[in-house]
């Protein structure tokens, strides 16, 4: 199978514009989370979606949005950009059900870099 | 809440060195515990998991033991080589329904030659 894909992997906005990233998961999967790495924060959890739903959200401001459309792929928007914002975005993807279903296989992320 | 706790890093070992990376929990009930590595550049990759308490995952000389009464997940390998040097993170899940992964903070490992 194929692994999880990212889109694009690097990107260059400036502060006040709007971003959309897209990752497309394993076939089969229908559960897409998504997480923002930063060296100083870390690993933060933005929020999940499966079937078409989300059905966890980290602690984000609005201007973090998702969605998941019905073939599983998923999409993550990002309107106003601000210097802190730039990092490194993970795309997870897992069964989301069922025996080893929590097991989350990553993709190699979008860096997002904010001028 | 949720958490999980890992020793701090950065790690620094010579090459053929015991690896011990420390990692504790909290949660309710049992939940699957799982072990990431992130080599530089790169997304995070599943290295080995245990879903039930006394379980040992296992892969590529790692290895990780449930233990239920300790709350503890720790990473050891028996002798590290000069790629294993990344990030690895130690993480829970309960089940797999609502609730999300909780990851810990990560541990930066540096194997030298």
């Known amino acids: 199978k194929a692994g999880v894909t990212q889109t694009p992997r690097y990107l260059i906005k400036t502060r006040g514009q709007q971003v959309t990233l897209s990752c497309s998961p394993i076939?089969?999967?229908?559960?897409v989370s998504w997480y923002q790495q930063t060296p100083g924060q870390g690993l933060q959890f933005l929020f999940e979606y499966f079937s078409e739903t989300q059905r966890n959200k980290g602690n984000f401001p609005g201007r973090f949005s998702g969605r998941q459309f019905s073939n599983s792929r998923s999409e993550m928007n990002v309107s106003t950009l601000e210097l802190g914002d730039s990092a490194l975005y993970l795309c997870?993807?897992?069964?989301?059900?069922?025996?080893?279903?929590?097991?989350?296989?990553f993709g190699p992320g979008t860096r997002l870099l904010v001028l | 809440g949720n958490s999980v706790t890992q020793m701090e890093g950065p790690v620094t070992l010579s090459e053929e060195a015991f690896l011990t990376i420390n990692c504790t929990y909290t949660a309710t009930g049992y939940p699957s515990l799982f072990w990431y590595v992130q080599y530089p550049g790169e997304g995070l990759q599943l290295l080995l998991k245990?879903?039930?308490?006394?379980d040992k995952g296992s892969n590529k000389g790692f290895e990780a033991t449930y233990r239920k009464e300790t709350t503890s997940f720790h990473l050891e390998k028996g002798s590290v080589q000069v790629s294993d040097s990344a990030v690895y993170f130690c993480?829970?899940?309960?089940?797999?329904?609502?609730?999300?992964?909780?990851f810990g903070p990560g541990t930066s490992l540096s194997v030298i030659p």
């Open positions: 245990a879903t039930k308490a006394d």
């Open positions: 993480a829970l899940k309960r089940g797999s329904g609502y609730d999300k992964v909780i």
């Open positions: 997870a993807s897992s069964p989301g059900i069922g025996d080893g279903g929590e097991t989350q296989y």
């Open positions: 076939s089969g999967h229908r559960s």
